[in-house]
């Protein structure tokens, strides 16, 4: 992953929104606030939308330098020269991405509760390894749940750590306090009544030592 990536911060990921002008304005407020990475993410849009949308964020995350890092599809990624992608256990081979994408590609994992899936992503190529969910997720309510201890020996793996699902500013300190370098946030963000104002939260987070 290019070293001139910031490697602690808000980790801001994209609501399921259809409208790409609407999508563009809401992604515009968090960048503005301070967001330091954004993953596209739209489950229900199609392949066509899918690289609209994405294609349409590339410039907006330039002009803020923020890193644009396509959830489920490297191909994607590559297609629109994206900062990168993010792959699940059912999104393709991290091996592969890292081939494709290039050594300076921002490269992805969930390792959901599991140690050891995150040590073979690493091994293969995985730039960041994201554990989670550590709350119930209004947008996942199914995702495993994982601990702060798993996020604390991770730290072994001397790669940043990403911590997802059901964070909000009010729960986020004991996750930055255990090792945790990102905070991948969707609904905390998004569906907070001052997008803005989230971000701020979650970035001061970050403010008080480990
Ligand atoms: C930063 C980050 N962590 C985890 C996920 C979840 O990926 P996945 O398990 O593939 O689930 P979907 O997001 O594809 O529904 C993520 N997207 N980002
Ligand atoms: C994609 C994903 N993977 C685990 S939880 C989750 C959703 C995170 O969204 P929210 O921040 O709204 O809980
Ligand atoms: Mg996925």
Known sequence: MNPRWPRRGLYAITPDEADTGRLLARVETVLRAGATWLQYRNKPASEDLRAEQALALQPLCRSFDVPLIINDDWALAAAIGAAGAHLGEDDGEIALARHELGPEAILGASCY????LARQAVFAG????????FFPSPTKPHARRATLDLLRTAAVLGVPRVAIG??????ARPLVEA???LLAVISGVFDAP????ATRAYISCFEEPR
């Not at 001052?194 to 104002?197: G, L, Q």
């Open 166 to 171: 059901g964070i909000t500013p009010d729960n």
């Open 126 to 133: 995985a730039s960041y390894v994201a554990f989670g969910a």
């Open 194 to 197: 001052d997008p803005a104002a």
């Open 113 to 116: 509760d599991d140690a050891g």
């Open 179 to 181: 090792g945790a370098d």
